[in-house]
């Protein structure tokens, strides 16, 4: 476990990459994300950082006090559903038009729901969506700013998507997107592994960059406000008694900007000469971690809420048998399907 004055200590050093770091934040308007932002902009020198969610009054409420922690940085609200692929392309776009370079990106929109499939227009699932093929989707869009943000002092450049690595279970490689055979369940089995195996295509692909797909472990945020009524009572009745084994806001903001940015995490092939293209150092007390395909360094880790790697046998004999390369190939082939079906409907519309 790395200790917490570690943690503190290594965030602290962020201030030492200059002023003007970018970051994007997607479900930075509650929970996880939002403590984990907020970490970054007390830590950092004049940051700019794009918040994405649907909450309107929520950012106004995270953009007001993240003001209180560092007034020289710049917190900007993008309003957007990323259930929808087309709502991410757009996001992606307008920040393309503002900035050149992305430092970091931190990926936690989600929900907790206990309904069915629910597909969008795009024929995906709306949680499949958020939990997976969204982040998927905002990682490779931004590649070009990520690899400018290797490129350009201060060589920073990470990527964060918060799940759960190390529950690896049994999925259908021959229905990754869940058409015939969708459950909770099933959706977090998917959903988790191909978060998993695409730091690993994504680090060998961007070696300038740190892919980490990590758990956050048992947090109090707003996760469960989606939940019918007679689930959400007992778990509030619960929530007290569980609070000893819950990681605090404060503590998982650290931890979680720890993971997303420390040395200890290096991307596959970093800038060299530039002190901080690995990350922030590495603790004296403390060595580079193997990434998930058991190399150390090669730059997709899988990490647990306390800094330790993560993952399982499963998650291994996936690997073994070639599951990165068809869930790679199965996302890009998303893409494409779901461009040409909106770029279909553009083309309907102005025609
Ligand atoms: N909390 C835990 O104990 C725990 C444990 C393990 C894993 N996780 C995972 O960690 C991630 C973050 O969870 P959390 O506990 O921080 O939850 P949270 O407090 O509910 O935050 C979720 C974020 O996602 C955003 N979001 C939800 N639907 C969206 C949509 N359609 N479009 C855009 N943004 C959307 C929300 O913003 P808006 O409402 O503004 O849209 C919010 O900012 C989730 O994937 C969760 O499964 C959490």
Not at 190 to 196: A, F, I, Q, R, W
Not at 302 to 319: A, F, H, P, Q, S
Request: glycine share 10%; proline share 5%; with cysteine.
């Amino acid at each position: 476990m790395v200790a917490l004055d570690i943690v503190h200590a290594s965030n602290a050093q962020l201030r030492e990459l200059g002023p003007g770091l970018v970051a994007l934040f997607v479900g930075g308007t509650s929970g996880i994300g939002e403590f984990t932002l907020k970490a970054f902009v007390q830590n950092t020198i004049s940051p700019r950082v794009y918040l994405v969610g649907r909450s309107a009054s929520a950012a106004e409420r995270i953009i007001k006090e993240c003001e209180g922690l560092n007034k020289d940085g710049k917190v900007e609200f993008l309003q957007a559903d990323v259930t929808e692929l087309a709502e991410v392309d757009r996001v992606c776009k307008e920040i393309g038009t503002r900035e050149k370079t992305l430092n970091l990106l931190v990926q936690t929109q989600g929900n907790f729901t206990f309904a069915g499939r629910q597909e969008n227009d795009e024929g995906l699932d709306r949680k499949m969506t958020l939990n997976y093929y969204s982040r998927m989707c905002f990682i490779h869009n931004l590649r070009p700013l990520l690899r400018n943000g290797a490129a350009s002092p201060p060589h920073f450049s990470r990527t964060l998507s918060v799940l759960s690595p190390g529950s690896e279970r049994r999925v259908d490689l021959d229905d990754l997107e869940l058409k015939n055979s969708y459950s909770g369940m099933k959706c977090a089995n998917h959903t988790v592994l191909m978060n998993d195996l695409m730091t690993g295509e994504f680090a060998s692909r961007e070696p300038g960059t740190t892919f980490v797909h990590s758990f956050p472990a048992g947090v109090n945020t707003g996760l469960a406000r989606g939940l019918p009524i007679w689930a959400r009572v007992p778990l509030k009745v619960l929530t007290p008694l569980l609070s000893p084994f819950l990681v605090s806001a404060d503590e998982t903001g650290a931890r979680q900007l720890f993971i997303a940015t420390s040395g200890i995490y290096p991307p596959a092939k970093p800038v060299e000469g530039s002190p901080f293209a690995t990350g922030t150092p590495v603790p004296k007390t403390l060595n580079v971690m193997k990434g998930g395909d058991g190399q150390t360094g090669s730059g997709g880790y899988l990490v647990n809420w306390n800094g330790e790697i993560t993952g399982n046998k499963i998650l291994d004999e996936y690997r073994e048998k070639g599951a990165s390369k068809t869930v790679w190939e199965h996302t890009m082939g998303i893409f494409d399907r779901v461009d040409k079906a909106n770029q279909g409907k553009v083309d309907a519309g102005s025609s």
